[in-house]
């Protein structure tokens, strides 16, 4: 009768092997076999072997083993490969099942994983050791030949930095492994069990302790449900001690080693218990998981066996550096685009506001001022007649000579009140304009750099004339020539930075005698 019992005990356990193919108490090294959607989680390829032994002490006692291997193929796509074998008294079922994995990133530290698993299953019954009389029972002849079954499972979880949790349908088929005429054992339907599981990971002392625990529970539709409690402690990342606690199978010390954070080995041994409805005999467990080469770059990845805490790498000064120079290339664009945009514009605004404005030229004797030294052409002196003399020409078809008179006049009609405001109701003429000019050779070039420009002159004298009174109306201005334009440029302030240059711009347009001031940048 005792093989008899053990051919019974094994049966029922093989219906329920087919709800979860491998419960081991080490889930946690390897969670691939605890739900499909965790294939590939390593980051790299992994492989990883377990065996338990059951109530170790009694003989035909259940023995489990199994061997996966799951990799990512890519940033999303990932697969999965699991073989198990459970020997449960005279009963044996072997299996294998293949996995596809895909993976939706949401942040660099946010996902959501998802896997489904298919397979062959067959089951056995092994009557050489009983006796004559339980191998004669007519019950029995429909287990003499092998069965063989679809099995599969699916599942999904959400990972969030220290955060992972998920549930899984460990039997998306509906196996038969025997006759129901001989025994009367219900078949397991489809989606009647579901796992739930979740775990996160605390880090302390300066993350070289990690505490980690994990939460399960197991509903079965005709079956008790069953929770079951672990906690292990990272010591180092070179070690881990933790307990657990499985309902109806009682509590389990855990132990394991990892080298270079690639190896690892867990042992685990289930203390023997008195219950009315548990065995009392102890259990052990063993296993083993090994990752081969380096994570994949980007990857978010979790794994028991490396379970160093990702640092966020620092940005060297050359990254840092070429990060500024694409935004200034972004922007410098950007005032590009601007300026393209608004030219028809501004040229509409000019023409309107030269239109309106028809200054008298004065013919006044030119003042003598403290100049800078020009040897261009045979001296100051002869410069500056030679420039008067051609603007005085061009007076009355020259726009441009038109708009110098203008600014030069702004001396006389703001000579009394230089800082008068304008308001805000008044359109600046020339809006967002932003002109950009390569520096030339001249020997009174504008050097490199960003400039509020006020006053564009054809002639040195008028530009000159034009600085030296703002000059006297207690501005800082100054004057250049650009070879590019050909053009003499007076302005009212200079420096490096475009955002400084567009702060003194917009504070200078407030006065009224400034108020078409423009930037102008230099470049090589």
Sequence with gaps: MRHLFWLLFGILSTAAFGQDISNFTQFFINPYTLNPSYAGIEGRTALFAGYRKQWTSIEGAPVIANFSLHTPLSSKLNFGFSATSDKRGIAQVSAAMLTVGYTAVIDNTTSIRFGISAGYGSNSVDLSSASSTVTSDPALKTLLSNNSFL??????????????????????????????????????????????HASNRFYSNKDQTVFEP??????????????????????????????????????????????????????????????????????????????????????NAYSFVDTHKEKVKKKTAAEILAEKKKQQQIEAKKIADEKKKHEELLAKQKAEELAKKTPKVEDKPFVQVEQKKDTARGGPRM??????IAEQQKATVDPLH?????????????????????????????????????????????DYGDYVIVG???????????????????FTSDFGFLTEKSLWYVYIAQTSDINEAKAERDKYRKLTIFRDAWLLTVHK
């Design 402 to 446: 038109l708009e110098e008179q203008e600014k030069i006049k702004r001396l006389e009609v703001h000579a009394d009140n230089p800082t008068e405001e304008h308001g805000d109701v008044l359109v600046h003429p020339h809006a967002e304009r932003h002109e950009f000019v390569k520096k030339g050779s001249h020997h009174e070039e504008m």
């Design 456 to 474: 564009v002159f054809k002639g040195r004298p008028n530009s000159e004339r034009f600085s030296i009174g703002l000059n006297k109306m207690s």
């Design 383 to 388: 410069k500056q007649h030679a420039d008067l």
């Design 151 to 196: 099995i599969g499972n699916a599942g999904i979880s959400f990972h969030k930095s220290t955060f992972h949790g998920g549930v899984t349908m460990p039997n998306i088929f509906q196996p038969v492994y025997l006759s129901k005429d001989a025994f009367n054992v219900t078949a397991l339907k489809p989606f009647q069990s579901i796992v739930v």
């Design 214 to 299: 994990y939460l399960i529970y197991r509903l079965n539709n005709g079956l008790p449900s069953q929770f079951e409690l672990a906690a292990v402690v990272h010591l180092q990342h070179v070690m881990w001690v933790g307990a657990s606690y499985k309902q109806q199978f009682g509590i389990s010390g855990l132990l394991g080693f990892k080298i270079q954070n690639q190896f690892a080995v867990g042992f685990s041994y289930s203390l023997k218990n008195g219950g009315t409805n548990q065995i009392p005999a102890p259990s052990y467990e063993i296993q083993l998981g090994y990752l081969v080469g380096n994570k994949k770059k980007n990857a």
